[in-house]
């Protein structure tokens, strides 16, 4: 499946977010660990940019995603700066708590975060803290290890194994977005929770601020 995206805006602060109006989806995790390439790979075009380069992403990029043959966008996926790399660590986590930890609270449309760990890399104390803010603050996350294909089978058990000792109440997803794996049950996931906002929201009778 193939979806059609647009760029919509880039936030470095709260005031430059669009207004809050469809299911919106939030992609976070450590810098490099392949944010951007999940993206790219769920929509099957490069519209994040990606980079070897760690911290690539500064600002909070929004995309609105459309099916082909719909009249009007559906989604909104919003790719995130990454955190925990040691030698822009100072800037980025002046920056969190400026804009990032107001987005992940109050953006009123967010209805899955989802969370990326490298599953080549052990379980990181900046991912334990990101995980612990998320489930304090009531949000619906997902869990993804990411890169699953320079793993083998046996190795990626493990890993996958180590992880659901390490966040046990999280849903675990693996991932590669070199060969695909995981795209279409991570859609189905999202699908379901941007469906489930759509009818929430119906059944209340209210719209969306
Ligand atoms: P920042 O924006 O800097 O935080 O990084 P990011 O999390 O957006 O990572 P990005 O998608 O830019 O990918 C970082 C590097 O990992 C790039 O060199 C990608 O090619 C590589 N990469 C991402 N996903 C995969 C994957 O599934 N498999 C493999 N083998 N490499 C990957
Ligand atoms: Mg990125």
Aim: charged share 20%.
């Amino acid at each position: 499946m193939r979806v059609l995206s647009r760029f919509m805006a880039s936030a470095t602060d709260a005031a430059q977010f669009p207004a809050p109006s469809l299911p919106e989806i939030a992609f976070l995790g450590r810098s490099n660990v392949g944010k951007s390439s999940v993206i790219n790979s769920l929509v099957g075009d490069k519209v994040a940019r990606t980079s070897s380069t760690p911290g690539r992403t500064r600002a909070i990029n929004f995309f609105e995603i459309r099916w082909p043959g719909k009249p009007r966008p559906e989604l909104i996926f919003a790719d995130l700066p990454g955190y925990g790399y040691a030698k822009i660590s100072r800037e980025i986590s002046q920056e969190w708590p400026k804009f990032i930890e107001p987005y992940l609270n109050e953006r009123a449309t967010l209805c899955l975060s989802i969370v990326l760990v490298d599953s080549n890399v052990p379980p990181q104390q900046s991912d334990r803290q990101l995980l612990d803010f998320l489930t304090a603050s009531d949000r619906e996350f997902l869990l993804v290890a990411t890169k699953s294909d320079r793993l083998s089978n046996n190795q990626l058990s493990g890993a996958l194994r180590t992880l659901t000792q390490e966040y046990p109440t999280a849903r675990l997803l693996p991932f590669s977005a070199k060969t695909g794996a995981g795209r279409d049950e991570l859609w189905k996931r999202i699908r379901q929770v941007a469906q489930q906002m759509t009818e929430t929201e119906a059944s209340s009778g209210t719209s969306l601020p």
